[in-house]
């Protein structure tokens, strides 16, 4: 892994797959995809599990099978490992980790958390508190109404209406692989939680094992 895993060829390569979203500009250019995209992705990958447990690099190809948008490649890749997340496009990194898209079970664990333990609430609402002020943003939206089985004037409603429980922060694309870990270490608190409360490591309870955090474009585009 060198210091710092992405260079402009990146941006240089998914700003030509954005103008040219097919199959036979894809295949002309897989080279530079495999050099600049595909190996430090796998570098990074191996540095995340090393770190908060096992991943996977999402897939470039596009599901298309509930979306009118047939574009087969995703134009930023990324990765999920044990809770954190990263994505990389033309626009720069992202990196940061948490629970998005919790399965039935893992919300309404949430939920009930937030509603019968005000500790877990009070340390919730800190976790976010101290994230936003580190310059993090946190993945939305949340629901418009409360949720039902919940009162409208709910003493925590804000964060009863909340859909997912992660966050993320903007990079440089030529950032150090110092300042990506700083910004998965910076969520590990939140992971905490989400493991505690919402029942983030629990397979029984998810509908994906390795469910990915928002990325850069497209946050349903999964592996």
């Known amino acids: 892994m060198t210091d710092r895993p992405f260079t402009p060829a990146l941006a240089t390569f998914f700003r030509g797959l954005a103008e040219h979203n097919e199959k036979s500009w894809f295949e002309d250019h897989r080279e530079e995809w495999e050099r600049h995209v595909e190996a430090p992705m796998e ?5 995340a599990e090393q770190r908060y ?11 298309l099978r509930f979306t009118p948008d047939k574009r087969p490649y995703r134009e930023d890749t990324g990765l999920t490992a044990g809770g954190v997340y990263l994505s990389a496009g033309a626009d720069g990194i992202q990196a940061g980790g948490g629970l998005y898209t919790p399965s039935r079970a893992q ?3 949430a939920r009930t958390a937030i509603d019968e333990h005000p500790q877990a609430a009070a340390a919730l609402q800190r976790l976010l508190d101290d994230l936003v002020d580190a310059g993090f943003e946190l993945a939305g939206p949340p629901l ?3 949720p039902r089985g919940y009162d409208a004037d709910h003493p925590r409603i804000d964060l009863l209406r909340m859909q997912h429980y992660a966050a993320l922060t903007h990079l440089p694309l030529t950032s150090p692989l110092s300042d990506i870990v700083d910004a998965w270490e910076r969520v590990q608190p939140l992971v905490r939680w989400t493991v505690k409360w919402a029942r983030a490591d629990d397979a029984e309870a998810a509908d994906d094992p390795a469910p990915p955090v928002p990325g850069a474009r497209s946050i349903d585009e999964r592996a």
């Open 107 to 109: 919300l309404t664990a």
């Open 53 to 63: 447990g096992s991943g996977r690099v999402l897939r470039q190809h596009r599901d």
């Open 43 to 47: 570098s990074l990958l191996e540095e």
């Open 144 to 146: 418009k109404t409360a």
